[in-house]
């Protein structure tokens, strides 16, 4: 099959750049091997829009982190996802945190991020009353914010999609080559793909997918971060994002409330061997609460939602590595897009999308199709709004998930999108449905009837995330006829 | 937006709901709705297909939906309007009005002069065990496997393993089994089963299914589907021992680890909640904090049979009648507490001077054999009850006669004496 342009990876990043694409006159496919979009590093974050005070200056991290958050409450405005603006503090233990932190705030003068400022115990705990009292002094943001990582990468697929991007999910990229007809050729475990330009956007895989382009080899490394995340409550501890001075292994682990009003508490940081081995172990998560706890001494662990990790790609020389892939024609690549990659996410859209257009001579769409307006989510309508959404659209009345309020029509929406769910976990996090404290208990069985209604398959069929992992292994007919 | 006012309105039209109904309208409350979220009325009672319901209030053994249809037929011949497909979203405790939405007629606000809280309780999920692990298809609580197999008709998985003795994941283990999956374990962290003992006999060792007590899954293995589990004895600290792990080799893991009132209606109308049955603090006549909003069945306290459930509705339905006609007398009440061996005693509070009997349910701390309940009421002994044994897994009643309750004057003390 052959395309103008072939991304791969359906991330955050991938997504991005493809949306920027899509303003230009040129098929374009993005293929990724998860059942969904954002099924990989960006699904599984801390949500977090950093200022831009981490990154050293004069790197891409820095650049693209500060004008990524430039661009967020923006892009959000225009997409319709959610984010928030609560700053941050960077706590500081000791004198020699000071001198951390000091530094932390000039690299943040330099990187030209508004605001930042050490500030003393006294206005840390006036702030932030929560905060462990052996406090010296933190670093203060007022622009860190908050979005919802998974809900961006839906938002920015499907603006693709609207303007003739095309998706190819389930799919995994195999080998990769250049034809003697100059275009290149990508093998999946489904097809043959051709395109004539090719952006490597594959996260986790993206080293893999280069070293098979460039001699010029690069190497990532699986750093698993392992998470908590804590029901909505009618007081959240902190009303900012909680950071401890950074380490050579990143950011350090947080108390931070998520877009939605959750408690996340995490990640740890763990060089791992699978670059798809996202199960939780014990010692994680016993060393992300004792962690949390210098942060926040009361640091608990009740009401729970659940535990998750997520795998930053981390590239051994540390910085991003964007641009156009050295040596070969026609090939670009973001690759070692860790933390601040969802910050950066828009900017680096625009820096590699437009470094294609302008590169490869592509043509501005006379017209572009705006983003699909996204209505009000039920739960947050007044009683008012809701009334006429149901008697606009009589499913709104039908509620399916009681403990986060979403009804059937937003379920139907959501599967009926440009690139819509096709599993329990894809309408989970578009809707989230599921996501509350039953954990999908009352809900899953009728969001999967949903599912086998509006894509026409059996229950049998419907999985929580894609492959084989089907909710149900038969009628309980079946079941007896064939035995056990 | 529709907006209706009514005498008594109940939420939910479980077995709590309907009792309290049914009371209610034998008291002559005429002007009374059932709000019911699902389709059809019997709450949790349709899908529990297995029998063994009803025995101390119809002296038979039914089925879960049999159970329900004979409070469903009363209500129904008596009249008592029953409007399903509708969800509450809120209540407001101090202007007794609800807020609810179904399809059919779209929100609709609807103050009450009394309400009656009967949404029973959802199971504990696997975020609140924190177990480690991937996050894959195949983990489901018991009941929504009971849901999938008894009314959907499908099976969640072949090779079982039940994490939790409580008795919905027995009655699974049974039901699995009887519908072809090979059911490998049940796991329960505490030393002693939180089921009732019928069930371990009658779902368990009938069927030869392995029960590991202070055992727990450490680990949940597969990328898409379960693949399997790791389970651990644990020390008593509950923490696993290392070299005690058992691998099973697994499909499916069923969770049966406890129940939640779910109160979150009660919560937001400002319904004072207790942290040891997480449901209402109430009085005698299961009135909340809150004048003439009453709580009763799972959403008060999770309870073992059904039959208790009615009882205690029964009461409550009642009791509110009462309230909206005025002749719920008020007034200082005193204090139930919980003595040594017990946790969680409904009723909180006892109206002072009145003179009806009372039922004092709670949950014994710990298995105690041969052990004798005592009642003290500032320090006299008001009642007691001997039992050959008493343990979490059952709840436990004491009846306090008419005129003992008359002859309170200060705080009742639940206490389980251990010989």
Not at chain 1, 460 to 473: A, H, M, N
Not at chain 2, 89 to 115: F, P, Q, W
Not at chain 2, 137 to 144: F, L, P
Not at chain 2, 337 to 365: A, C, H, Y
Request: contains cysteine.
């Amino acid at each position: 099959m052959y395309t103008d342009i072939l991304i791969i990876g359906a991330g955050v990043t991938g997504c991005a750049v493809a949306r920027v694409l899509s303003r230009y006159e040129a098929g374009i496919t993005v293929i990724d091997r998860g059942a969904d979009v954002a099924e990989g590093a960006s699904k599984a974050n801390s949500g977090i829009v950093h200022a831009g005070f981490d990154a050293h200056p004069g790197t891409l991290k820095a650049k693209l982190n500060v004008e990524g958050a430039k661009m967020y409450p923006a892009l959000c405005e225009e997409l319709g996802v959610p984010y928030s603006q609560p700053g941050a503090l960077v706590l500081g233990f000791s004198e020699e945190d000071r001198q951390t932190l000091k530094t932390l705030v000039r690299q943040g003068e330099e990187n030209g991020v508004p605001g930042v400022r050490l500030i003393e115990r006294d206005e840390v705990l006036a702030m932030e009353p929560n905060t462990n009292p052996e406090v010296v002094c933190a670093l203060y943001a007022p622009t860190s914010g908050l979005t919802s990582p998974y809900e961006m990468t839906f938002a920015l697929a499907d603006h693709a999609a609207v303007n003739g991007a095309k998706f190819r999910l389930n799919e995994e990229v195999e080998g990769v080559t250049k034809g003697q007809d100059g275009l290149w050729h990508v093998t999946t475990d489904k097809d043959e793909h051709t395109c004539k330009i090719l952006v490597n956007c594959a996260g986790v895989g993206a080293a893999t997918i280069h070293n098979m382009m460039s001699s010029d080899l690069l190497h990532i490394i699986d750093r698993r971060g392992q998470y908590y995340l804590l029901d909505r409550m009618q007081t959240l501890p902190f009303r900012m994002t909680m950071f401890q001075c950074p380490t050579k292994m990143g950011k350090g682990v947080l108390v931070s409330p998520t877009v939605h009003g959750n408690l996340l508490l995490g990640p740890s940081a763990e060089d791992i061997e699978d670059e798809l081995d996202t199960s939780t172990t014990a010692e994680g998560l016993k060393f992300v609460l004792d962690k949390c706890r210098l942060t926040w001494p009361k640091a608990t662990t009740r009401g729970t939602i659940t535990n998750f990790s997520g795998i930053r790609a981390h590239e051994e020389k540390g910085d991003f590595v964007i641009g156009a892939v050295g040596g070969q024609e026609n090939a670009y690549e973001t690759v070692g897009i860790e933390s601040p990659g969802l910050s950066a996410a828009p900017a680096i859209g625009e820096m590699v999308g437009e470094l294609i257009a302008r590169e490869q001579g592509l043509v501005k769409k006379g017209q572009i199709v705006p983003p699909i307006a996204r209505k009000k989510p039920f739960h947050a309508m007044t009683t008012e709004e809701r009334a006429e959404a149901v008697a606009e659209n009589p499913l709104y009345g039908n509620l399916v998930c009681r403990c986060e309020v979403v009804t059937e029509a937003e379920i139907r929406e959501a599967i009926r999108r440009p690139v819509g769910a096709t599993t329990i976990d894809g309408v989970k996090r578009r809707t989230r449905a599921g996501m509350g404290r039953c954990q999908g208990g009352f809900c899953s069985p009728r969001v999967a009837e949903i599912i086998s209604e509006e894509l026409h398959i059996p229950m049998t069929e419907v999985t929580k995330c894609g492959g084989t992992s089907r909710l149900l292994v038969g009628t309980i007919h079946d079941a007896m006829k064939e035995g056990c | 937006m529709n907006s209706k006012c009514v005498d008594i309105l109940v939420i939910g039209a479980g077995p709590a709901g309907l009792a309290a109904a049914i009371a209610a309208k034998e008291d002559g409350i005429d002007n009374l709705l059932v709000l019911e979220r699902e389709h059809n009325p019997g709450g949790i009672l349709r899908q529990c297909i297995h029998n063994g319901f009803g025995l101390h209030r119809f002296k038979e053994e039914l089925t879960g939906p049999e159970y329900a249809q004979r409070d469903i037929d009363r209500a129904r011949e008596m009249g008592i309007e029953i409007q399903t497909d509708t969800t509450v979203l809120s209540v407001d405790g101090k202007t007794h009005t609800v807020t609810c939405v179904s399809s059919a007629h779209g929100v609709e606000i609807i103050t009450a002069k009394a309400i009656i809280l009967a949404m029973g309780c959802r199971e504990r999920p696997r975020g609140a065990l924190g177990t480690p692990g991937t996050r894959c298809a195949g983990i489901y609580s018991a009941g929504t496997a009971q849901k999938f197999v008894n009314l959907e008709g499908y099976m969640p998985g072949k090779r079982v393993v039940i994490l939790g003795s409580g008795d919905i994941g027995l009655i699974m283990a049974r039901r699995m089994t009887l519908q072809g999956a090979k059911v490998l374990a049940c796991v329960e962290l505490m030393p002693f089963s939180s089921g009732l003992n019928r069930n371990i006999v009658q779902c368990l060792n009938d069927y030869d299914i392995p029960l590991y007590l202070s055992h727990t899954v450490i680990d949940i293995k597969g990328r898409e589907r379960l693949t399997g589990v790791t389970v651990a004895k644990v020390d008593a600290n509950r923490q696993p021992i290392p070299g005690s792990e058992i691998e099973f080799d697994c499909d499916t893991l069923l969770l049966s680890v406890g129940l939640i009132p779910e109160n979150e209606l009660s919560e937001g109308a400002g319904v004072k909640l207790s942290p040891l049955t997480s449901g209402a603090e109430v009085d005698d006549v299961l009135q909340t904090n809150l004048p003439g909003i009453f709580a009763c069945g799972n959403v008060l306290h999770v309870h073992d049979l059904v039959d208790h459930v009615s009882n205690e509705s029964f009461r409550a339905g009642h009791a509110a009648a009462a309230y909206v006609r005025g002749q719920l007398s008020g007034g200082d009440t005193l204090d139930v507490r919980d003595g040594d061996g017990v946790r969680g005693t409904v009723p909180q509070r006892i109206r002072k001077g009145v003179s009806e009997e009372v039922d004092l349910m709670f949950r014994p701390s710990g298995v105690f054999r041969n052990a004798t309940c005592i009642v003290t009421c500032g320090g006299r002994e008001i009642a007691r009850k001997k039992a050959p044994i008493f343990t979490p897994g059952e709840m436990a009643v004491v009846k306090l006669k008419p005129e003992i309750v008359a002859g309170l004057d200060d705080t009742v003390t639940v206490t389980i004496e251990r010989s």
